[in-house]
T-cell receptor, first 112, second 110 residues
Framework: DAGVTQSPTHLIKTRGQQVTLRCSPKSGHDTVSWYQQALGQGPQFIFQYYEEEERQRGNFPDRFSGHQFPNYSSELNVNALLLGDSALYLC???????????FGPGTRLTVL | EDQVTQSPEALRLQEGESSSLNCSYTVSGLRGLFWYRQDPGKGPEFLFTLYSAGEEKEKERLKATLTKKESFLHITAPKPEDSATYLCAVLGGGYNKLIFGAGTRLAVHP
């Protein structure tokens, strides 16, 4: 049984560009959450998707947007990249909002 | 405001030297406290979920406990392969997001 998968593994962009990160949840999971983890910090919640809709959002600007597809996979889009957006972006899936969230390996985004 | 504080920030142990990591939390309506292990550059690996004060869970050399204000992760006779960052997170009432602490970086030396 495959766990949570994310692509790409690493990404280098320049300021002002746009990026799309992808996530496939663990089999049987229908809820996907995205987190941003800066170096030396704990993950910070960006948003959560359930039934193809954004269910909750953290303190991130509108430049951060997402989507969930009918097969429960998800995308995170970031527009107008800033240097401060450089971080490890983590996707987590769960069978429902009350259960353990299982994380993928992350996408390391570097903004130059 | 809900928050999680972990201590110490970093811990260096000799192989076989047992110790404990602390996670203090403030949350309205705790729905779960979670421990994760994270290796450098990788995603967090789920270890335990605790739901109520007095609950304990064990896995190999790790044991997690929970009170109304804090959780401890006890590491018994650690080995070098236990070296990692250990993250604590809470799930509170009225929201679906995990609130994480900054983690404890554990280094176990032979």
């Amino acid at each position: 049984d495959a766990g949570v998968t994310q692509s790409p593994t690493h990404l280098i962009k320049t300021r002002g560009q746009q990026v799309t990160l992808r996530c496939s949840p663990k089999s049987g999971h229908d809820t996907v959450s995205w987190y941003q983890q800066a170096l030396g910090q704990g993950p910070q919640f960006i948003f959560q998707y359930y039934e193809e809709e954004e269910r909750q959002r953290g303190n991130f600007p509108d430049r951060f947007s997402g989507h969930q597809f009918p097969n429960y996979s998800s995308e995170l889009n970031v527009n107008a990249l800033l240097l401060g957006d450089s971080a490890l972006y983590l996707c987590a899936s769960s069978p429902d909002r009350n259960n353990e969230q299982f994380f993928g390996p992350g996408t390391r985004l570097t903004v130059l | 405001e809900d928050q999680v504080t972990q201590s110490p920030e970093a811990l260096r142990l000799q192989e076989g030297e047992s110790s404990s990591l602390n996670c203090s939390y403030t949350v309205s309506g705790l729905r779960g406290l979670f421990w994760y292990r994270q290796d450098p550059g990788k995603g967090p690996e789920f270890l335990f979920t605790l739901y109520s004060a007095g609950e304990e869970k064990e896995k190999e050399r790790l044991k997690a406990t929970l009170t109304k204000k804090e959780s401890f992760l006890h590491i018994t006779a650690p080995k070098p392969e236990d070296s990692a960052t250990y993250l604590c997170a809470v799930l509170g009432g009225g929201y679906n997001k995990l609130i994480f602490g900054a983690g404890t970086r554990l280094a176990v030396h032979p």
